[in-house]
């Protein structure tokens, strides 16, 4: 089983900054196309990015533009730069693989609160 650790979650004002990690505790795992999700409360989670193994991304529209993916396959990990954050991106930050069948479970995530 794959563990997956995201971090770099905090409490930030309208307009500021933050950059999550996540790291897969097996190699192997990133040869997936990697996804961040997001899970706010009373609602479903939701497909924030994807970034290919061969670094092709994919953006939900109500992040376009202001959040960018990458990976660094020898450090296992997906790095999610979120800028112009805004009350509306307040979630629980995940990663895993975007192919259900790839995945081994969900790590804990990383709280993200933004304020007005």
């Known amino acids: 089983q794959v563990q997956l650790v995201e971090s770099g979650g905090g409490l930030v004002q309208a307009g500021g900054s933050l950059r999550l990690s996540c790291e897969a505790s097996?190699?192997?795992?990133?040869?997936?196309?990697m996804g961040w999700y997001r899970q706010a409360p009373g609602k479903q989670r939701e497909m924030v990015a994807t970034?290919?193994?061969?670094?092709?991304?994919n953006y939900a529209d109500s992040v376009k533009g202001r959040f960018t993916i990458s990976r660094d396959n020898g450090k296992n990990t997906v790095y999610l730069q979120m800028n112009s954050l805004k009350p509306e991106d307040t979630a629980v930050y995940y990663c895993?693989?975007?192919?259900?069948?790839?995945?081994?479970?969900w790590g804990q995530g990383t709280q993200v609160t933004v304020s007005s």
């Open positions: 895993n693989a975007v192919r259900v069948a790839f995945r081994t479970g």
């Open positions: 970034i290919s193994s061969g670094g092709t991304t």
């Open positions: 097996r190699s192997t795992f990133m040869i997936n196309t």
